[in-house]
């Protein structure tokens, strides 16, 4: 399958936790990777975790991966105005080829 | 060191028309990659060069899309003639390794609308 879901919006108040959901279907996914989308701007990596590992920490983010569920989530603690963006999960697989495979974006709004 | 740049960053032609948006990736980075995301979707492969050489281009839509890298430095992606549903956001990013790790960088891309 090619499929990698995200729900298309997410509203939180400053200073709550976030919690940006992504589920993708192909087994052979190698890494997955976290993109943030500012208005105006490309796409800026935020982190990724390579498919083996099922939890990576970097300062504010936190990403679990759930690899028998095929289920990736992104919470970004005590989240600010700034964090305000589109957020895309994305995958390589083992094909050989480097490309990307992304979601449809999820769109957090934080409320002040 | 300056990222990756693309041109126009808003392109409105009507159907038929031809466009040709440009795309200057990080000096030194062999790989550049050509993305497209249609109407709010994801965002979806089109081609990836090593240098001057299509190394995959299996995601370009129809022969209406030809992309060139003349050099191994920029890249084009002309449409030729366009269609209604070419209207999206087309994004180049450009690596310096080829490897699973793989961070790309992305260009701010190109919003073309076809009328």
């Known amino acids: 399958g090619e499929d990698v879901e995200q729900s298309l919006f997410l509203s939180v108040r400053e200073g709550d936790s976030s919690v940006i959901n992504c589920t993708y279907t192909d087994s052979s996914s190698t890494y997955l990777y976290w993109y943030k989308q500012e208005p105006g701007a490309g796409l800026q990596l935020l982190t990724y975790i390579f498919s083996n590992m099922d939890m990576k920490q970097d300062q504010r983010l936190t990403v679990l991966l759930n690899k028998k569920d095929k289920h990736l989530s992104l919470r970004i603690a005590d989240t600010q105005t700034g964090d305000s963006a589109i957020y895309f999960c994305?995958?390589?697989?083992?094909?050989?080829?480097?490309?990307?495979?992304f979601g449809t974006g999820t769109r957090l709004t934080v409320i002040p | 060191e300056a990222g990756v740049t693309q041109f126009p960053s808003h392109s409105v032609i009507e159907k038929g028309q031809t466009v040709t948006l440009r795309c200057d990736p990080i000096?030194?980075?062999?790989?550049l990659y050509w993305y497209r995301r249609v109407m709010g979707k994801e965002i979806k492969f089109l081609l990836h060069?090593?240098?001057?050489?299509?190394?995959?281009e299996s995601g370009m839509p129809n022969n209406r899309f030809l992309a060139e890298r003349t050099g191994g430095t920029y890249s084009t992606l002309k449409v030729q003639p366009a269609e209604l549903e070419d209207s999206g956001v087309y994004f180049c990013?450009?690596?310096?390794?080829?490897?699973?790790?793989?961070?790309?960088?992305f260009g701010p891309g190109t919003r073309l609308t076809v009328t």
């Open positions: 000096s030194g980075h062999d790989n």
């Open positions: 994305a995958e390589t697989r083992q094909t050989g080829a480097n490309n990307l495979f």
């Open positions: 060069f090593v240098k001057e050489s299509k190394q995959d």
């Open positions: 990013a450009s690596s310096q390794g080829v490897s699973l790790k793989n961070e790309q960088y």
